[in-house]
């Protein structure tokens, strides 16, 4: 790869990492478009990603939040990631929101792009991205956490925690 895309893509990152900072005011209303999704999710390549297209006035999404937080914790260590992409149209909302509710996971707020690019028509939306970036499932609406978990261990594989940084 010539040097140019890769320092492209670690000003991407460098300039997004605030949005890596889940659970403070300030990282949650950082705007993402497709560039910014794509390196995050590049960045997450070799590990199982789950990305929760949603809203902080979609109550069907605060309710999955709860369930996405605790796959986090106890499957992080596998080589799990939960990317929050909210859809707030304002970054007030998702701010306020995300200070009373805060979770273990990296959350940005999405574009219209990108809205547009995972073809989101319905809230709470979940795809699954396996550990070589592709996507291999997509649902619309509440899942219950039994259900995704079942999805993400098969993906996952046998027990081994994650390799370095």
């Known amino acids: 790869m010539p040097e140019w895309p890769r320092r492209f893509r670690r000003f991407l990152l460098a300039a997004g990492l605030v949005c890596l900072l889940a659970g403070t005011a300030a990282p949650a209303a950082e705007t993402c478009g497709q560039a910014c999704l794509e390196a995050r999710l590049a960045e997450l390549r070799g590990k199982v990603v789950l990305v929760d297209f949603w809203a902080s006035w979609c109550p069907q999404c605060r309710w999955e939040i709860p369930e996405l937080s ?14 929050g992409v909210s859809l707030d149209a304002r970054p007030e909302p998702l701010e306020r929101f995300l200070r009373k509710n805060p979770v273990p996971y990296p959350v940005v707020r999405g574009t219209a792009e990108v809205k547009s690019s995972y073809r989101v028509v319905a809230l709470p939306t979940t795809v699954l991205i396996n550990r070589r970036g592709r996507v291999v499932s997509r649902r619309e609406g509440f899942v219950e956490g039994e259900v995704l978990e079942a999805e993400i261990r098969r993906w996952l594989g046998p027990k081994r925690p994650a390799s370095g940084p």
């Open 70 to 83: 605790r796959l986090q914790k106890e499957l992080g260590p596998l080589g799990f990631q939960v990317l």
